[in-house]
């Protein structure tokens, strides 16, 4: 089965620039999806199909993918930005995540 | 504005069924698949699988073949996940996301509250 590998912490000063990253076989050629979730909270979709932001998001998280990694980055790192970060995508009609990152904004 | 709205908190004994719901609002119903992903504490997501509202087909993840069953009620736009043979290792809050049907996926747009399932004897 398909695995995606995501370091388990992430760690950023305010107002730097973070990047996680999300490892998987080619994972290039996937749609890369990310979710942002905060304690005690539904996740929340912030990049999908590798680049694009939903309504709402606001402009400084952006994503990125090719060959076998795929990244978001959030610039401007906010105090409000600390969660934990999962990536996702499809293979074999199965929806498979990524094990997740927890960011700490310092 | 869409939302999906699950059912309460349940506490199970070990070998019971649940059934969660997911009340969908907002758009429609028969648009999107709805997913159910589920969460054990402490833990990251994993997804359990999807139903097709329109044509009530599911597709499932291959460790809950057998033991999930994934249903729709169009009339009232909900959606149900029943899980059997319950254990401790399937305590989790069990969410329900959406993602389109039609085009290539957008992501888990909108998820539930999720409900929180504990098994315990």
Redo the contacts between chains.
């Keep these: 089965s398909y695995e995606l590998t995501q370091p388990l912490s992430v760690s950023v000063a305010l107002g730097q620039t973070a990047r996680i990253t999300c490892g998987g076989n080619n994972i290039g050629s996937k749609?890369v999806?990310w979710?942002q979730?905060k304690p005690g909270q539904?996740?929340?979709?912030v990049?999908?199909?590798d680049s694009?932001r939903?309504s709402g998001i606001p402009e400084r998280f952006s994503g990125s993918n090719s060959g076998n990694t795929a990244t978001l980055t959030i610039s401007r790192a906010q105090a409000g930005d600390e969660a934990d970060y999962?990536c996702?995508v499809?293979d074999s009609?199965?929806?498979?995540?990524?094990?997740?990152t927890k960011l700490t904004v310092l | 504005q869409v939302q999906l709205v699950q059912s309460g908190a349940e506490v199970k004994k070990p070998g019971a069924s649940v059934k969660v719901s997911c009340k969908a609002s907002g758009y429609t119903f028969t648009g999107y698949y709805m997913h159910w992903v589920r969460q054990a504490p402490g833990q990251g997501l994993e997804w359990m699988g999807r139903i097709n509202p329109n044509s009530g087909g599911t597709n499932y993840a291959q460790k809950f073949q057998g033991r999930v069953t994934m249903t729709r009620d169009t009339s009232i736009s909900t959606a149900y996940m029943e899980l059997s043979r319950l254990r401790s290792d399937d305590t989790a809050v069990y969410y329900c996301a959406r993602d389109v049907m039609v085009g290539a996926t957008r992501g888990f747009d909108y998820w539930g509250q999720g409900t929180l399932v504990t098994v315990s004897s």
């Excluded at chain 1, 539904?42 to 979709?45: F, R, S």
């Design positions: 749609n999806h979710y979730q539904a996740p929340v979709l990049i999908y199909r694009n939903p999962y996702q499809w009609s199965t929806a498979v995540f990524g094990g997740g």
